[in-house]
């Protein structure tokens, strides 16, 4: 049976700064565990507050006590502030740099005239080309990808059987997954589809048409329709969608991967309710969507 909780497994880019150790008593009495870095930060943070402090060459070791006592607490809030650790374990002194650098102007925008360097682009997007005819994605790094759009079962509301079932369902489609695979889930908030309503409402239309062909008041009546369906269903109301992207290091691997998404979604509907292939058009709209301009 799958299990309700996963461990995230430590990075293989991890050494020995981001071991964590327990500052505790015996008793289990103390603070959590922090990383080496966090504690080497604060050792050092703490000696460079008392350097100041005691040194009489420096300005604040020649203030009143006071002073000094308020400079001891504001520096201690200090190092409080930039040792604090967020959830992907960084620091936020560790953020500096990354700050600094998009002060720059230069590192805010991206140009995408045609006369521009493409190379930025490229690092945003990653994308070389899109196959027409299939719809594969061949990534700039060499790697390929198929892109659907999905719909899962997961839901507050299942009875515990059922999610029972659907996590030992995930959990063996996941077994199937080798090395040299990856999946990419992705959510958007996007306006609602509508191309399937408005089908329906024209055909409904063409069925009643010889009937109908002298009645204004029903022609008026489907006109209003679709214009609804178009002008603000389809473009002021919102829902979430997601889609997956499984992607390969080579066309073999991105192969093998797609032939077990195939035989999952053929098999069973637990894991995956529906399952639409992407080609180009679709995965230029979800892109226009994500990087268009607002303005």
Same mark, same amino acid.
């Given at each position: 049976?799958?299990?309700?909780?996963?461990?995230?497994?430590?990075?293989?880019?991890?050494?020995?700064?981001?071991?964590?150790? !327990?500052?505790?008593?015996?008793?289990? #009495?103390? /603070?959590? %565990?922090?990383?080496?870095?966090? $504690? &080497?930060?604060?050792?050092?943070?703490?000696?460079?507050?008392?350097?100041?402090?005691?040194?009489?060459?420096?300005?604040?070791?020649?203030?009143?006590?006071?002073?000094?006592?308020?400079?001891?607490?504001?520096?201690?809030?200090?190092?409080?502030?930039?040792?604090?650790?967020?959830?992907?374990?960084?620091?936020?002194?560790?953020?500096?740099?990354?700050?600094?650098?998009?002060?720059?102007?230069?590192?805010?925008?991206?140009?995408?005239?045609?006369?521009?360097?493409?190379?930025?682009?490229?690092?945003?997007?990653?994308?070389?080309?899109?196959?027409?005819?299939?719809?594969?994605?061949?990534?700039?790094?060499?790697?390929?990808?198929?892109?659907? !759009?999905?719909?899962?079962?997961?839901? #507050?509301? /299942?009875? %515990?059987?059922?999610?029972?079932? $659907? &996590?030992?369902?995930?959990?063996?489609?996941?077994?199937?997954?080798?090395?040299?695979?990856?999946?990419?889930?992705?959510?958007?908030?996007?306006?609602?589809?509508?191309?399937?309503?408005?089908?329906?409402?024209?055909?409904?239309?063409?069925?009643?048409?010889?009937?109908?062909?002298?009645?204004?008041?029903?022609?008026?009546?489907?006109?209003?329709?679709?214009?609804?369906?178009?002008?603000?269903?389809?473009?002021?109301?919102?829902?979430?969608?997601?889609?997956?992207?499984?992607?390969?290091?080579?066309?073999?691997?991105?192969?093998?991967?797609?032939?077990?998404?195939?035989?999952?979604?053929?098999?069973?509907?637990?894991?995956?309710?529906?399952?639409?292939?992407?080609?180009?058009?679709?995965?230029?709209?979800?892109?226009?969507?994500?990087?268009?301009?607002?303005?």
């Amino acid at each position: 049976m799958a299990k309700k909780t996963y461990k995230i497994p430590a990075s293989l880019s991890d050494n020995y700064l981001n071991m964590e150790i !327990a500052l505790q008593t015996k008793d289990g #009495v103390g /603070l959590k %565990p922090l990383p080496v870095r966090v $504690i &080497l930060a604060w050792l050092f943070g703490l000696l460079a507050g008392f350097y100041f402090v005691a040194n009489q060459s420096s300005v604040v070791a020649q203030a009143s006590i006071p002073t000094r006592v308020l400079f001891a607490l504001v520096w201690i809030a200090f190092l409080f502030m930039m040792t604090k650790v967020d959830r992907s374990h960084q620091m936020a002194l560790e953020l500096i740099p990354h700050l600094l650098t998009y002060l720059q102007k230069s590192n805010k925008y991206v140009i995408t005239r045609r006369t521009a360097n493409a190379g930025p682009f490229y690092s945003i997007v990653g994308i070389r080309s899109i196959d027409p005819k299939t719809g594969m994605v061949e990534y700039v790094d060499g790697t390929y990808a198929y892109w659907y !759009a999905v719909v899962g079962t997961a839901s #507050v509301l /299942l009875f %515990p059987e059922d999610r029972d079932a $659907i &996590l030992d369902r995930v959990k063996d489609f996941y077994d199937k997954i080798g090395s040299d695979c990856e999946i990419i889930f992705m959510t958007t908030k996007e306006p609602q589809r509508i191309h399937q309503q408005t089908a329906h409402l024209m055909a409904q239309y063409k069925a009643l048409e010889d009937e109908v062909k002298e009645d204004e008041d029903i022609k008026t009546l489907v006109r209003e329709q679709y214009k609804i369906l178009t002008e603000f269903v389809g473009k002021k109301f919102k829902s979430l969608h997601q889609y997956m992207i499984i992607k390969g290091d080579n066309e073999e691997a991105l192969s093998a991967i797609n032939n077990i998404v195939i035989s999952e979604v053929r098999s069973s509907s637990q894991m995956l309710k529906q399952c639409t292939a992407m080609y180009e058009n679709d995965i230029e709209n979800v892109l226009k969507l994500i990087y268009a301009s607002n303005h």
